[in-house]
């Protein structure tokens, strides 16, 4: 699976739409772009995924650049709650890799 | 209940010493997977399990880490002779079936911790 870089850490006011970003210049054409996060305490939660269109769904958009080499998490109304590090992790559907490889993620504070 | 369930959320154990972790996944999920996460780190995948079998153990880090899935439910995380390295969060996951494309749903883990 590509390797995927994030900022460590960022910070958004409450409110205000957070724009994770991260880069995947390796990714396959078959690799998904996965992105999870993780509040203090409790495991991974899945937010969203996507392979080439812009996805989105009640928590978050999913913006991937035509080339797939990069790609956007978008939180259009951060809360408090929103407080995580937030995993981008690019991984293939082939039978057999059910890996999800998590690398050190971007811590997001959501600054009241 | 509805979410992955870990016990226990907390084990203190002393160097040497052998302990189980245990993993409820959710009711139907056929795939369940292990994770260990040390401090400051993203989670680090042990084993997968599809059904009753391990499709996958590479993640295991040696010969003292087995875990097992005898039923296709409930799974055990063994470690024998704990060392203090060990110590970190152990995360179980489960999905609906094997992941493709779809989503896998985390316990809330066992924190580790080896003296």
């Known amino acids: 699976d590509a390797k995927t870089t994030q900022p460590t850490s960022m910070d958004c006011a409450e409110g205000r739409a957070a724009n994770l970003p991260c880069n995947h210049s390796?990714?396959?054409?078959?690799?998904?772009v996965y992105w999870y996060r993780q509040i203090h305490s409790q495991g991974p939660q899945y937010i969203i995924h996507?392979?080439?269109n812009n996805e989105t769904n009640e928590m978050a958009s999913l913006i991937i650049t035509e080339d797939r080499k990069s790609s956007t998490l978008i939180l259009p109304h951060a809360t408090l709650r929103d407080t995580a590090v937030y995993y981008c992790?690019?991984?293939?559907?082939?039978?057999?890799?059910?890996?999800?490889?998590f690398g050190t993620g971007t811590r997001l504070t959501i600054i009241p | 209940g509805a979410g992955v369930s870990q016990t226990p959320s907390n084990k203190v154990t002393e160097k040497g010493k052998y302990v189980e972790l245990r993993c409820d996944p959710i009711?139907?999920?056929?795939?369940l997977y292990w994770y260990r996460q040390s401090l400051g780190q993203g989670p680090e995948f042990l084993i997968y399990?599809?059904?009753?079998?391990?499709?996958?153990d590479s993640g295991l880090p040696n010969d003292r880490f087995f875990a097992v899935r005898p039923e296709g439910s409930v799974s055990t995380l063994k470690i024998q002779r704990t060392e203090r390295g060990d110590s970190a969060v152990y995360l179980c996951?489960?999905?609906?079936?094997?992941?493709?494309?779809?989503?896998?749903?985390f316990g809330q883990g066992t924190r580790l911790t080896v003296v």
């Open positions: 996951a489960s999905s609906l079936t094997p992941l493709g494309s779809t989503e896998a749903f």
């Open positions: 390796t990714i396959s054409g078959n690799e998904y």
């Open positions: 996507g392979l080439k």
């Open positions: 992790i690019v991984r293939s559907p082939d039978f057999g890799n059910e890996k999800l490889t």
């Open positions: 009711s139907g999920h056929t795939a």
């Open positions: 399990f599809q059904g009753t079998g391990a499709a996958d």
